[in-house]
C-alpha cells in the first residue's frame, strides 16, 4: 500500500524530470541516466526494515484487536439465521438492528484503523525517504549524473 504510492511518487519525479529542459549542446556520451530500486532500498536498508516492523507491529495489535469484534458478530449472525423461524417478529427485527449496529461500528473501527495505519507509514517513511533524497542527490553530483 504505501510501497505503491512511493513508487508512484518516484515514478511522477521521473517523469517531472524527464520533462526539463536538458542543454542542446550536451554531448551524448555526457548524458548519465541513474535508476534506483526504492523497494529494494527500503525493504533492505536498516531504517527501511526498522520502519516495516514498526508498521507490522501496529497491523498485528490491530488484528488482535479487531478479531474478537469479528467473532462477535458471525456469532450474532449464526444465532439469527439459527433463531429467526422461532423469534417474533419484533424480536428478530431487534437482533438484525443490533447486528447492523455492530457491523457499522466495526467497519468504522476498521477505517479509523486504515486510516492511522497510513499516517503511521508516512511519519515512518518520511526521513527514510528525505535521507535517501540527500543520497542521491549526493551520489549524482559526485559521478556526474544528468538524470
Known amino acids: 500500500m504505501y510501497f505503491a504510492r512511493v513508487m508512484g511518487l518516484a515514478l511522477l519525479s521521473f517523469c517531472l524530470l524527464l520533462s526539463l529542459p536538458l542543454e542542446r549542446n550536451a554531448d551524448a556520451a555526457d548524458f548519465k541516466v541513474g535508476t534506483i530500486d526504492l523497494k529494494k532500498v527500503l525493504s533492505e536498508s536498516d531504517a527501511g526494515k526498522e520502519g516495516q516492523r514498526k508498521l507490522e507491529e501496529k497491523v ?10 469479528k467473532t462477535e458478530i458471525e456469532e450474532m449472525q449464526d444465532e439469527i439465521s439459527k433463531k429467526k423461524s422461532v423469534w417474533s417478529e419484533k424480536v428478530l427485527q431487534e437482533k438484525e438492528r443490533e447486528m447492523g449496529k455492530l457491523q457499522r461500528e466495526f467497519r468504522l473501527k476498521q477505517e ?24 542521491i542527490k549526493e551520489y549524482g553530483e559526485e559521478h556526474n549524473f544528468t538524470l
Open 112 to 135: 479509523d484503523a486504515k486510516y492511522e495505519l497510513e499516517q503511521l507509514q508516512e511519519n515512518v517513511m518520511k526521513p527514510i525517504l528525505k535521507d535517501l533524497h540527500g543520497i
Open 60 to 69: 498485528e495489535e490491530y488484528k488482535d484487536k479487531f478479531e474478537g469484534r
